[in-house]
């Protein structure tokens, strides 16, 4: 198992401030914002000093119904070269649904959601977690995520789930102690029960982060200081085992370096907190039984082979039809399937909008500029009944074009120069659409 000490990730943001910062072994960067042939200055400095670079995959959707792509992995594995990764990690989640396997259209999340914890969806998630590690070229770790939303009928705690994963793949863990603080204000989930069932042994490493409440909601946005119970969460965990690695996320809000800092002085203490736990344990252990009574410690997990087959037949087709009608009701404004909490779906419906709002302001700034206080409110009511269809980038445009076409828009500086914007970045794109839905929209925009 490879040590890494204490990381922060890495974000063009704060490249600087990390570079500067003492004490950093490591960083994590976003895989899928990461271009092997052009690697960031900052990173390139950072690997030629020696700190390990870990990328973190946000794309594959382990947890979905269909098979890993190809494509994906590739990348992925291609990151893990260029960057002399150890190791390479996603999350246990499901990110897009439909198509040919469910005969629906495609959806796209725009963000991670939660796998049931039934015996079908580890099935597939187990034969998809076998096929990403035998296209690696390094090992894989999988994220436990937070969560809003809890499926009816699941067979499993979030523990036992990760347990079995493990020990029928021989899969590493990163587990992230904010989303257990997450699921236990929003699910009710005990961290302290999690820990307790979680294969300790099989942890590659731990994500700390900062959220924020809000309704009786917790939000994990890794835009926040991190609160105390996740200290706490931390602190537990390292009272049980010596995890291997510890990073703190920061993805946007970003504070000034000594904040940052002083977040990363507070994981260390909290890590020092729960070994002086373990050492106390252990000498009350002896002090009671003896030092020959030790109790018996599971095996390490290196070298578990996997388990051989995979899901039954029609198991995959289930889990994607459920999968599609949940993404359905979130992204398209579907019924909500039978079972789920309407408030709490609705909740979760408005927080993937708000991300998509605020990841299309970061793809397209010129959007926002453009649109000044008027932008979120109104791709938040594009964003309810019209589902992402091809990434974020996609996305704007089409965003863009709705508000062209839809009438909303007076003519004007504001419609002039979003017109401009659009028709700069959508030139090539039109052309591979049929010529009838070209000429309608080109009319419109020009009689605008």
Known sequence: MTRLGTGIGWRPEIADAVERMPGIDWVEVVAENTCPGHLPESLVRLRERGVTVVPHGVSLGLGGAERPDEGRLLALAERAGALGSPLVTDHIAFVRAGGPLTATAPLEAGHLLPVPRTRDALDVLCENVRIAQDALPVPLAVENIAALIAWPGEEMTEGQFLYELADRTGVRLLIDVANLHTNHLNRGEDPAKALAELPLEAIAYVHVAGGFERDGVWHDSHAHPVPRPVLDILT?????????????????????????????????????SGERLAVAAEAARIARHGAAAGEMVRPAREGVTAEVGGPAEGTRERLGLAQAALLSALVAGTPVPEGFDGVRLGVQARALAAKRAGVVAKVAPELPAILGAGYRPAFLAYAQSRPMRGGYRQDALDFAEQLLLGGRLEEGRTRRELRAWWLDRSGPAPRSRPRQALARVGRSLIRR
């Open 236 to 272: 537990d965990l390292a009272s049980r085992v010596s995890p291997p690695g510890v990073l703190l996320e920061r993805d946007e809000n970003f504070p000034e370096p000594a904040e940052l800092k002083r977040e990363l002085a507070e994981i260390r203490e909290a890590l020092r």
